[in-house]
Antibody, heavy 125, light 107 residues
Framework: QVQLVQSGAEVKKPGASVKVSCKAS????????ISWVRQAPGQGLECMGWISVYYGSTNYAQNLQGRVTMTADTSTNTAYMELRSLRSDDTAVYYC??????????????????WGQGTLVTVSS | DIQMTQSPSSLSASIGDRVTITCRAS??????LNWYQHKPGKTPDLLIYGASTLQSGVPSRFSGSGSGTDFTLTISSLQPEDFATYYCQQSYNSTKTFGGGTKVDIK
């Protein structure tokens, strides 16, 4: 079965960087993209961006451009999300997500199907 | 980025009530719209994709409609296990933005 196992909780000071890992198993890693989603305390879900594991191409949310980098290592089936210049409002649970899709009707619809367990990143001085 | 606006942000309802949540996209997204249910301490569960297709295993009291910029999630008869936060999400482009969420709690 598909599993996404993320690295453990992190505590960082403002201005520092954090790199969260997401190890995939149970499917062909480079056949699907990986998205990253975060949820700050008491807030909603925010999609941070997406990486095509096969091509290595990325798309990032506009509000995170310049601070976030998503990568994928096909030799270890692991995706990474690095966030730099951390601020207190970056405190959140960070999730990696693999898509699923349905192309049976001629049009392909994609959705978030498999989630990692989440990684709490706390930014505090 | 495509902005997704949900309303209301919260609502109180009773068991058996019909509940409707709306979602508006900042540009046309055809039918590339998903709905999720999210409960505290768990990861979100997919309810509906393609604006109206029920994910396997999801009860038929959930339904979705709409296309273009305006979408609706309806729960025909609210059950105790439906108290949760609901999110719409556009899948028109690769950065799949969410709406702000609608928290459904007990009246």
């Amino acid at each position: 079965q598909v599993q996404l196992v993320q690295s453990g909780a992190e505590v960082k000071k403002p201005g520092a960087s954090v790199k969260v890992s997401c190890k995939a198993s149970g499917y062909t890693f480079d056949s699907y993209g990986i998205s990253w989603v975060r949820q700050a305390p008491g807030q909603g879900l925010e999609c941070m961006g997406w990486i095509s594991v096969y091509y290595g191409s990325t798309n990032y949310a506009q509000n995170l451009q310049g601070r976030v980098t998503m990568t994928a290592d096909t030799s270890t089936n692991t995706a990474y999300m690095e966030l730099r210049s951390l601020r207190s409002d970056d405190t959140a649970v960070y999730y990696c997500v693999r898509e699923g899709g349905d192309c049976s009707g001629g049009t392909c619809y994609y959705y978030f199907q498999h989630w990692g367990q989440g990684t709490l990143v706390t930014v505090s001085s | 980025d495509i902005q997704m606006t949900q309303s209301p942000s919260s609502l109180s309802a009773s068991i058996g009530d019909r509940v409707t949540i709306t979602c508006r996209a900042s540009q046309s997204i055809s039918r590339y719209l998903n709905w999720y249910q999210h409960k505290p301490g768990k990861t979100p569960d997919l309810l509906i994709y393609g604006a109206s297709t029920l994910q396997s295993g999801v009860p038929s009291r959930f339904s979705g409609s709409g296309s273009g910029t305006d979408f609706t999630l309806t729960i025909s008869s609210l059950q105790p296990e439906d108290f949760a936060t609901y999110y719409c999400q556009q899948s028109y482009n690769s950065t799949k933005t969410f709406g702000g969420g609608t928290k459904v709690d007990i009246k």
